[in-house]
């Protein structure tokens, strides 16, 4: 028997540790592998790419916001895996009739070691979970290393179209932001904010405009349309997973950022 405390500060009480899990979270199925738990992994979502074989040998339960609750219910699951932000409360709420349900709150990288070791003890693996901490606290330092005579740029990130919306504050995306010496112009403006690209230069006429390939497949041809509301601002398309998805996924975003920096420089 143990009780741990989830992120968002919810206890939950196990006789023993989970053996069959269902993950709502992209980033953290992913995350999961890492850690050795597929065995144990028996749903997941359509949005769940990585590792790659994962939608041809688990049980695919919907998105993240729309869940199949019924289907969730018929693997019998022992813990499902959630995200403040990814999932609804709404969604939690309903998940927790089924079974124990584990969310997870990532804002800062601080939190991202957090829930790893979380994800030790709660799964048993612990000696895994400090292997990737240790890795990626290793990475993080020699970014740190990397990036500090950098100066700080303005940068906008954009995540959708139609409206356009942005990265604002208080999400991790402005997190790794701030870490690469990176100034977001709208990170006063709430936490993903509608935006009128015609007002961007009065908005903070940033040095950089980033198009996220996800959750909106950003194109070069969106990058033309937003360059014409910018004299100086250099449009660029920038992998969504790298500055999105925490987790293990963390540890291949420093080597990204590093040739994100050296393609900037040129």
């Given at each position: 028997m143990k009780t741990l405390i989830d992120q968002i500060g919810a206890t939950h009480t196990f006789e023993n540790s989970p053996q069959r899990i269902v993950s709502l979270v992209p980033s953290q199925t992913e995350l999961l592998y890492e850690l050795g738990q597929e065995s144990k992994i028996v749903g997941i979502t359509k949005f769940c790419v990585h590792p790659y074989h994962f939608k041809s040998t688990k049980k695919l339960v919907g998105g993240t916001k729309k869940v199949p609750y019924e289907k969730i219910r018929l693997l019998n699951p022992d813990v499902i895996i959630c995200n403040k932000e990814e999932n609804t409360k709404e969604i939690v709420e309903e998940l927790s009739k089924i079974c124990p349900v584990w969310v997870t709150n990532i804002?800062?990288?601080e939190d991202n070691f957090q829930m790893i070791t979380d994800f030790g003890q709660l799964?048993?693996?612990r000696t895994e979970a400090q292997k990737w901490n240790d890795k990626l606290a290793f990475a993080l330092s020699d970014f740190q290393n990397f990036i500090k005579d950098t100066p700080i740029r303005k940068v906008a990130y954009f995540i959708w179209k139609k409206p356009y919306m942005v990265a604002?504050?208080?999400?991790?995306?402005?997190?790794?932001?701030?870490?690469?010496?990176f100034k977001n112009i709208y990170d006063s403006k709430g936490r993903y904010p509608e935006v009128a690209i015609e007002e961007i230069v009065q908005d903070g006429d940033p040095d950089f405009i980033f198009l996220s390939s996800e959750p909106y497949?950003?194109?070069?041809?969106?990058?033309?349309?937003?360059?014409?509301?910018t004299d100086k601002a250099e449009t660029i398309l920038v992998d969504g997973e790298m500055f999105s998805w925490y987790g293990s996924r963390l540890l291949k975003a420093f080597d990204y950022f590093k040739m994100l920096h050296r393609i900037l420089e040129k």
């Open positions: 804002i800062t990288v799964l048993n693996c604002g504050s208080d999400n991790f995306i402005n997190e790794l932001l701030k870490l690469n010496h497949p950003f194109k070069k041809e969106d990058g033309y349309e937003i360059s014409n509301y």
